[in-house]
T-cell receptor, first 113, second 113 residues
């Protein structure tokens, strides 16, 4: 079956530090890959996505590249802000799976001023 | 205008009671979902409907019964509540069954005493 493995948290960084949250996946076929962000007290919202190999998704200074050879989709940001403190979820969606997305366990990021 | 809205946002109730959570989406999407998020932030899919038809029914106790009166609404009724049902329940929708990107509501926090 499909699975997503994320870097365990929590992650604590100082403002302006570089962020990497690792994500690797197992899936049959060619899945689409996503990063969702959940701010405190809110629902998940899409941060970025990539639908095919070598695609780079980007939004709000965050980036992730779909690497088929390493089955990875690592999230990066060059300089984090306090407002980036949230839980980040890596997810995949594969055709033929009745629309069921597979989520990682989430990584909690805290950015300190 | 909220895209996916859930009510109520908070429920506090006693063990053994029955409760319902309602969800509506105004995005014109065909597919809707219920997810459960536990205290460790793990997300687990419970149900999915596509055009009012049940397509995903994960291993969920029979006490949980979803109902989709039309494709814009998906409600969740829970009978005989137990302590372990305490969680945040998220409704979500997607354009279609295999389109991947999910739009989440803000969540309904259920506390069973």
């Amino acid at each position: 079956g499909n699975s997503v493995t994320q870097m365990e948290g929590p992650v604590t960084l100082s403002e302006e530090a570089f962020l990497t949250i690792n994500c690797t996946y197992t899936a049959t076929g060619y899945p689409s890959l996503f990063w969702y962000v959940q701010y405190p007290g809110e629902g998940l919202q899409l941060l970025l996505k990539a639908t095919k190999a070598d695609d780079k998704g980007s939004n709000k200074g965050f980036e992730a590249t779909y690497r088929k050879e390493t089955t990875s989709f690592h999230l990066e940001k060059g300089s984090v802000q306090v407002s980036d403190s949230a839980v980040y979820f890596c997810a995949l969606s594969a055709r033929g799976n009745a629309g069921k997305s597979t989520f990682g366990d989430g990584t909690t990021l805290t950015v300190k001023p | 205008d909220t895209a996916v809205s859930q009510t109520p946002k908070y429920l506090v109730t006693q063990m053994g009671n029955d409760k319902s959570i309602k969800c509506e989406q105004n995005l014109g999407h065909d597919t809707m979902y219920w997810y459960k998020q536990d205290s460790k932030k793990f997300l687990k899919i419970m149900f999915s409907y596509n055009n009012k038809e049940l397509i995903i029914n994960e291993t969920v106790p029979n006490r949980f019964s979803p109902k989709s009166p039309d494709k814009a609404h998906l409600n969740l009724h829970i009978n005989s509540l137990e302590l372990g049902d305490s969680a945040v329940y998220f409704c979500a929708s997607s354009l279609g069954q295999n389109t991947g990107e999910l739009f989440f509501g803000e969540g309904s926090r259920l506390t069973v005493l």
